[in-house]
C-alpha cells in the first residue's frame, strides 16, 4: 500500500514539472507573438505607399519633442491625402506648442489638415491646433485659455523654519533669478513679467492673424479663459461642431479628397516594444485599474513638474 502512495506522489511531481514547463514555454511564446505583434505594428505606423487620411493624436503635455517633429515631417513625406490632428491636452511649453505648430503648418502647405478637439484642446494645444487649415469641435469640448504662465516655487519662509539660509554669489543681480529660496526683488518680477508679456503678445497676434479677428474680437477670447466648442464656434475660435467624422467628410467635400479611403494611424514609435509591459499596463492585466490609473496619473504629475520654461498652459495639475 505504501508503495503504492509513493508511486501515486512522484506520479504528481512529475505531471507538476511537466504542467509547469508547458506553462513556462506558453508565456514566453505569448511574450514573443506580442513582440512579433508590435514590431509589424510599428513597422505599419508609418506606411507610406498606399493612398489614405493619416491620423495624428496630439495628447498630453505638447514639447514639440523630436518624435512628434520627425512624425509630422513623415506624414507630409508620405502619400496621405489629408491629415486628421486629434488634440486631447491643456498645453505644454510655449515653445513646444510654437514648434508643433510650424510644423504643421509646413504639412499643410502640403496637404489639407484639419485638427479635431476631443475634450480639450487650449493654450499651447489650441497654438498647436492653429497650425491646422480648419478646426473642428465637439459641443462641450474644452478650447482656448489663450495666455502664458511662469510659476516658480518660493521656498523662504520653509527655509527660515528649519533655519537653513542660501549663499550665492553671483555676477549680477538678476543672474539665476528667480531664486526659490528667497523672495523675488522687484526687478526679477519684472523681467520675468517681460518675458510673459512677450510671448503672449506673440499668442495674441497669432490667433488674430490665423483666426482673422478684429482687436474687439480678439479682446474678448483673449483673457485667458476657456470656452465650450459652442461658446468658441460664436467667437470664431474653432470653424465646426463636429467630430472626426464630420472633418473628413469636409476634406472629401471641399479638399476633393478621394472618399472612402482608409484612416491610418500614425503613431511615435515606442521606446521600446516591449512597453506593454510597464508597470500601468501591469496593474491593467492583473485587474488592479485603480493604481493603474495613480501610476499614469503620478507620470503625468512627474512630466509636468519637469516642464522648464514659459508654459501655455491651461492648469498646472492633470487628473483623470
Known amino acids: 500500500m505504501s508503495d503504492t502512495v509513493a508511486d501515486y506522489i512522484l506520479d504528481r511531481h512529475r505531471l507538476r514539472r511537466k504542467l509547469t514547463f508547458w506553462r513556462v514555454i506558453c508565456v514566453v ?3 514573443g507573438l506580442i513582440g512579433l505583434a508590435a514590431w509589424s505594428m510599428s513597422g505599419a505606423k508609418t506606411a507610406t505607399g498606399e493612398k489614405h487620411v493619416a491620423r495624428l493624436a496630439l495628447s498630453g503635455l505638447l514639447t514639440g ?8 515631417d513623415g506624414i507630409a513625406k508620405s502619400n496621405a491625402a489629408g491629415v486628421i490632428v486629434t488634440i486631447e491636452s491643456p498645453g505644454g511649453t510655449t ?3 510654437e514648434k508643433i ?8 502647405a502640403k496637404k489639407p489638415v484639419v485638427a ?10 489650441y497654438i498647436a491646433a492653429m497650425g491646422a487649415d480648419r ?3 465637439h459641443g462641450n469640448s474644452l478650447v482656448g485659455s489663450i495666455g502664458v504662465l511662469f ?3 518660493n521656498l523662504s519662509r520653509a527655509m527660515e523654519t528649519i533655519g537653513v539660509k542660501m549663499e550665492e554669489i553671483k555676477s549680477s543681480p538678476l543672474k539665476a533669478a528667480p531664486n526659490p529660496f528667497e523672495n523675488a526683488s522687484p526687478e526679477a518680477r519684472a523681467a520675468l513679467a517681460s518675458l510673459v508679456t512677450d510671448s503672449y503678445d506673440w499668442f495674441r497676434d497669432l490667433v488674430r492673424e490665423r483666426r482673422n479677428l478684429t482687436e474687439e474680437e480678439l479682446k474678448v477670447v483673449a483673457d485667458g479663459r476657456v470656452f465650450t466648442g459652442r461658446q468658441a464656434l460664436q467667437v470664431k475660435l474653432v470653424d465646426q461642431l463636429g467630430s472626426e467624422r464630420d472633418a473628413i467628410a469636409w476634406l472629401e467635400a471641399e479638399r476633393k479628397i478621394d472618399k472612402g479611403l482608409p484612416l491610418r494611424e500614425w503613431r511615435r514609435p515606442s521606446k521600446s516594444r516591449f512597453d506593454v509591459f510597464s ?3 501591469l496593474a491593467d492585466l492583473v485587474g488592479l485599474p485603480g493604481v493603474a490609473a495613480l501610476l499614469r496619473a503620478s507620470e503625468r504629475e512627474a512630466q509636468t513638474a519637469s516642464l522648464d520654461g514659459l508654459l501655455a498652459l491651461w492648469h498646472g495639475r492633470l487628473s483623470d
Open 29 to 31: 511564446a505569448v511574450i
Open 65 to 72: 519633442d523630436r518624435e512628434t517633429l520627425k512624425l509630422i
Open 95 to 97: 515653445t513646444g506648442a
Open 101 to 108: 505648430y510650424a510644423e504643421l503648418r509646413r504639412l499643410a
Open 116 to 125: 479635431v478637439i476631443e475634450t480639450t484642446g487650449a493654450s499651447g494645444a
Open 135 to 137: 478646426i473642428v469641435a
Open 151 to 153: 510659476q516658480y516655487p
Open 279 to 281: 508597470l500601468d499596463s
